[in-house]
């Protein structure tokens, strides 16, 4: 399910001019195709041997007689993206949205293509859901992030496609194939995807949730013993793409991305504290401060060379330092906060003293991704004065607010909301190591707890 769109007011550091352009291969097939047997080994070929080329399956319901499992699975993505291209035989390769047949030198297509720079940027993460971590589920639902830069000086429209494929499926098809890769599973919100409209230089954000299904059904009475494939994370891929199907009917792909959906990381990064640079507690017109957040470690082993991103949903605050690289090395259940290295913003002299400053906190490991939104609120120099956190008690004073206790695994082990001043007991934590999530109104304050 798509779940929103951000417009982000940073420009990446990644910007150069003309970006390296990955290859979409669009591959519709059958397995009850007997041309499509070679054609599925050339295109897997293909897949191993180019790391520029993002490969996708669609199945037909023809030519025989509509038994594709893969069709079946998901009849309505698979459709629309046969029909999209008006398509009427398999196998049938496209490569950015041109024909190339069902044979011929696909190579040196994907090699012509990737030779020209293209107009944007497109990374792509996923998150698994907590809650499943370590379990046999964990992977199946989540969270994918497409991050996409423009590095054009004209104005970009396009359909921005996210789908979900699965490779290492054994099933002896009909026409020979035993195993079955780059299937498509899913697409999200669907196979017409989301539009998108990017100024020049600009990036934008969306993040969709996706659910992985668990089972892929073989027809019955094909084969006796093969009933069905139990569908595992570890061998999904995420695949994006942005397809001109807008400006000139050309269909043309101007950029392609993927990456597994399952990632061996759990972080967690809360807003900590603003210090504004008069130091008297509240931003003003024209005036810069500093922006700390905290990233937790909830996983099962140390990280480093992890990625901080800020971004601002207000015109009136300029993003000076968005992004913050860091190498320290962050111990299985420690916290990193960026005194070092803080996010710098400015208030611009239309700024007016009081304005929401909705902001939003993104931490990135290889592909993997967490997010967090907050309103900064009035600037408070001394967060940490609202509570006072100590190995038998919590004391807070504020006019709303929540109280989060969690163990180093992730389960959530308490869960207080109250108003005012309270003494939260925690005599009835075992012994270990926590950490307390603090939630009011103006600020969010992560602190590790150890109970003796």
Request: net charge negative; glycine share 6%.
């Amino acid at each position: 399910m798509y779940k929103k769109i951000v417009f982000l007011t940073l420009i990446s550091m990644l910007l150069t001019y003309g970006a390296e352009r990955k290859v979409l291969g669009e591959l519709l097939t059958s397995t009850t195709c007997g041309p499509c047997k070679n054609a599925d080994a050339h295109f897997d070929q293909m897949a191993n041997n180019y790391d520029y080329l993002v490969p996708i399956c669609y199945h037909v319901w023809w030519p025989g007689d509509g038994s594709d499992p893969f069709y079946w699975n998901n009849p309505n993505d698979n459709k629309s993206r046969n029909n999209y291209y008006g398509n009427n035989y398999v196998p049938h390769l496209f490569v950015n949205g041109t024909d190339q047949g069902s044979s011929g030198s696909w190579e040196s297509v994907v090699d012509d293509f990737h030779s020209i720079p293209a107009p944007v940027f497109i990374d792509v993460y996923t998150k698994n859901n907590v809650s499943a971590l370590k379990a046999d589920d964990y992977g199946k639902t989540g969270s994918i992030m497409v991050h996409i830069v423009s590095d054009t000086a004209d104005q970009i429209k396009a359909q921005l496609r996210v789908a979900i494929t699965i490779d290492g499926v054994e099933y002896h098809a009909p026409n020979g194939v035993n195993e079955h890769n780059h299937a498509m599973l899913d697409m999200y919100p669907s196979a017409w995807g989301s539009t998108i409209t990017l100024a020049p230089a600009a990036d934008t954000i969306l993040e969709f949730d996706y659910t992985i299904q668990d089972t892929i059904y073989f027809p019955e009475g094909l084969n006796p013993d093969e009933l069905y494939h139990v569908v595992d994370p570890e061998s999904c891929n995420v695949v994006v793409f942005m397809q001109d199907d807008i400006n000139d009917n050309t269909m043309s792909v101007y950029q392609a991305n993927m990456c597994d959906v399952v990632k061996p990381y759990n972080m967690e990064i809360v807003y900590s504290n603003m210090k504004d640079a008069n130091d008297n507690g509240k931003l003003e017109p024209g005036e810069e401060a500093e922006v700390f957040v905290t990233v937790t470690n909830n996983g099962d082993a140390s990280v480093k060379d992890i990625k901080l991103m800020m971004d601002a949903n207000n015109p009136h605050i300029q993003l000076i330092d968005s992004i913050v690289d860091v190498s320290d090395n962050i111990g299985q259940g420690e916290s990193y906060k960026n005194d070092a290295k803080p996010f710098k913003i400015k208030a611009t002299d239309e700024y007016t003293e009081g304005e929401e400053l909705n902001a939003r906190f993104i931490v990135t490991k290889d592909t993997y991704y967490n997010m967090s939104s907050t309103n900064l609120g009035i600037v408070e120099n001394k967060i940490d004065n609202f509570a006072e956190i100590t190995n038998g008690s919590i004391h807070i004073n504020a006019s709303k607010w929540e109280v989060l206790i969690f163990s180093i695994d992730g389960t959530k082990t308490k869960e207080i909301k109250g108003n005012g001043a309270k003494e939260i007991s925690l005599k009835d934590l075992n012994t270990g190591l926590y950490f307390v999530k603090i939630i009011t109104n103006e600020r969010t304050l992560l602190k590790k707890l150890i109970i003796p």
